[in-house]
């Protein structure tokens, strides 16, 4: 917060989404950004990590930012935060920097809507260092536990601080019972506005997709038909077709096939070793 404020509250110049969960959060948040673009709003998407550069951490209207204007970011940020630390206020975390970066882009670029996907846990990640309008929970599972806890209510308890009092959070019915009860029980005391959408896809099939890519796409229309006007079905359809998000379930060769996918704990895996068996019984 002291670093936003260094920046001159970037975040309060637009409306502002949050995803958190363990598993299908870059998903959900490039496919919401690419369905609010199909509408015709001016987006902005934070997620991460990142593969190849720094630079696809930050995007707008779906493009990466070029080197000059990332340097000339980077020269603001230590102009504004130079004395930070002198301050008393101790140092700041890349990420911390790279989430203030990505607000001062976004109100720079006069986005309508910054899509946050969170990096770590919920409470004390930077991406909730505001209120966001509309708060998003995929699937949560174990990750992270030496942080968030060893059980999964411990780690829902994290997550859920995302949520704001008199605002919408959005989950899945695929979470395990104990979760969404837990976030349902605890949206309920604290004013916030829960609805559990579905998790299978509804319109029309999704050859080639693993079941949890027609998950997310519904958290994904749930989202932006609460942040905006209703897409048309077609619309919708087509952007969930053509939607590509790389190292989830990608295709990198098809004769023979080989998958990419960067499953990296439990409840990954296990999808992945599912979906992989419905394709056939021969992997490496």
């Keep these: 917060r002291a670093l936003l404020k260094c920046l001159g509250e970037p975040q309060t110049r637009f409306r502002s989404v949050i995803v ?6 870059g998903t ?3 496919l919401l950004a690419e369905l609010l673009q199909e509408g015709g709003h001016r987006v902005g998407l934070y997620t991460s990590p990142h593969l190849h550069t720094q630079r696809e951490r930050i995007r707008v209207e779906g493009q990466l930012l070029d080197k000059d204007c990332w340097a000339e970011a980077v020269e603001y940020l230590d102009d504004r935060s130079r004395d930070f630390a002198s301050a008393g206020l101790g140092p700041f ?10 607000a001062w882009f976004f109100a720079e670029r006069e986005v309508e809507f910054g899509i946050f996907e969170v990096g770590l846990g919920g409470r004390y990640d930077a991406t909730n260092a505001w209120d966001s309008e509309l708060s998003i929970l995929t699937r949560i599972g174990l990750d992270h536990m030496e942080l968030l806890g060893e059980t999964l209510g411990e780690i829902a308890a994290d997550k859920v601080h995302i949520a ?14 104990e979760v969404l ?9 604290k004013g916030v506005l829960f609805e559990s959408v579905g998790a299978e896809w509804m319109l029309g099939e999704l050859p080639g ?24 079905d077609e619309d919708v359809v087509r952007v969930v077709e053509a939607h590509r998000w790389p190292g989830r379930f990608e295709v990198a ?5 080989v998958l990419l ?3 990296h704990n439990p409840a990954s895996a296990q999808a992945l070793a599912s979906e992989l068996e419905h394709l056939g019984s021969e992997w490496v």
């Design 20 to 25: 958190g969960g363990t598993n299908g959060k």
């Design 28 to 30: 959900v948040s490039s």
């Design 93 to 102: 975390s890349k990420f911390e920097a790279l989430t203030g970066l990505a």
């Design 164 to 177: 704001r009092p008199g605002r919408p959070l959005i989950s899945t019915e695929a979470q395990e019972p």
């Design 181 to 189: 009860e837990y976030i349902a029980r605890t949206c309920t005391e």
């Design 209 to 232: 997709r693993p079941a949890t890519y027609g998950e997310n796409a519904r958290l994904a229309l749930a989202a932006a038909r609460s942040l905006a006007a209703d897409p048309a």
């Design 253 to 257: 060769q098809d004769a023979p096939l």
């Design 261 to 263: 996918d960067g499953a």
